[in-house]
């Protein structure tokens, strides 16, 4: 990979296959689960099916970033040309996932104590 003019096809190419694989599959039952969800009124699994959305998401960002490792060429300047995409990719989904549990902090009150019930003894 050091060398000018040099690509990383070959070295990418399983990875770009998997991913297709598992984003194919993870957005079928998505999509499944959707349908589920709604047909029997279940907010379980369609908060179930949105987690897997997030995924489906992870699994675009790290095809992205595979793409772009395998399509460019290594120059005196880049040496690696953008196979450190790759690691942009894993980067973006990990502030992703930390936004996510943020959110699912924040719903369940943020670290907040609960606020204080009577108790039916004391009324």
């Known amino acids: 990979l050091g060398e000018p003019g040099r690509t990383s096809t070959m070295a990418c190419e399983p990875n770009r296959v998997r991913l297709l694989c598992m984003l194919s599959l993870t957005f079928g039952f998505f999509i499944v689960e959707v349908v589920v969800s709604r ?58 996932r930390s936004r996510c549990y943020w959110v699912i902090h924040q719903c369940n009150g943020g670290g907040d104590s609960p606020p204080d019930a009577p108790l039916a003894a004391d009324e």
């Open 39 to 96: 047909i029997t009124s279940s907010l379980a699994m369609l908060s179930d099916s949105f987690h897997m959305l997030s995924d489906v998401i992870a699994l675009v960002v790290a095809l992205v970033a595979v793409r772009f490792a395998e399509k460019t060429h290594s120059t005196n300047k880049n040496t690696f040309g953008w196979v450190r995409a790759e690691v942009m990719g894993a980067l973006v989904n990990a502030v992703h």
